[in-house]
């Protein structure tokens, strides 16, 4: 399955990054219990890939994904982890096609039109677009539409509450990614109500 076809219907994706693996799974039930059906761990800290297990093994509702993958070495680790999806901050023929062989639906990184059509060849529509905010923003999006129709984002970085209709209105972004809604300080803190109020204002957000 493609991860267009996978996270079709989903519009808010929470960007985690887990430092206590013990917060993985209650974070992972309260974005549900607000309305937020899928969420990408990173793997920039060390327990990236244990929270990842976590949420797979005590969350199965939660459409879990992996993100910040770098190697194809990464691609197999996550997916024996139970991820369901990948996502990337750039792009590599080598990257797209170990995805593929391991049936891992993936959406790489892409910031320009060459970058863009590059992954298009490689059968790849849903493309993450990052660092979306320095990168142009939902004026740039829109821009490149006309000339590439057929592929559709997920814009991540620099997108918040204040600027994230403005991506979600247009027809060429399929869901977006953002790191508001579970801010490191208050994971730290185990602080699920604030997040879960987070969440449900994102998730009012896609509807």
């Not at 197999?76 to 901050?89: H, I, Q, Y």
């Not at 849903?126 to 990168?135: D, T, V």
């Not at 579970?182 to 803190?189: E, N, T």
Request: aromatic share 4%; glycine share 12%.
């Amino acid at each position: 399955m493609q991860a267009r076809e996978l996270l079709a219907g989903i519009r808010i994706v929470p960007v985690v990054v887990i430092d206590e693996i013990e917060t993985a799974a209650p974070l992972a039930e309260t974005l549900l219990e607000a309305g937020i059906k899928a969420m990408e761990i990173t793997l920039r800290t060390d327990a990236g890939l244990d929270a990842i297990s976590a949420v797979a093994d005590k969350v199965p509702d939660m459409l879990v994904g992996a993100g910040s993958l770098r190697t194809p070495g990464q691609i197999e680790d996550v997916t024996n982890a139970g991820a369901r999806f990948g996502v990337s901050p750039g792009s590599t023929p080598t990257l797209v096609t170990a995805a593929r062989d391991a049936g891992l639906p993936f959406i790489p990184g892409a910031a320009t039109a060459s970058e863009m059509l590059s992954l298009l060849e490689q059968g790849v529509s849903l493309q993450k677009f990052f660092p979306a905010e320095l990168a142009g923003g939902a004026a740039y999006l829109k821009a490149v539409g006309a000339p590439l129709p057929v592929v559709t984002f997920m814009p991540t970085g620099g997108i918040g509450p204040g600027n994230a209709a403005d991506y979600l209105a247009l027809g060429n972004v399929s869901c977006l990614g953002g790191s508001w809604l579970a801010p490191g300080k208050l994971l730290a803190a185990r602080d699920f109500d604030a997040i879960h109020a987070l969440a449900r204002d994102a998730a009012r957000l896609g509807v």
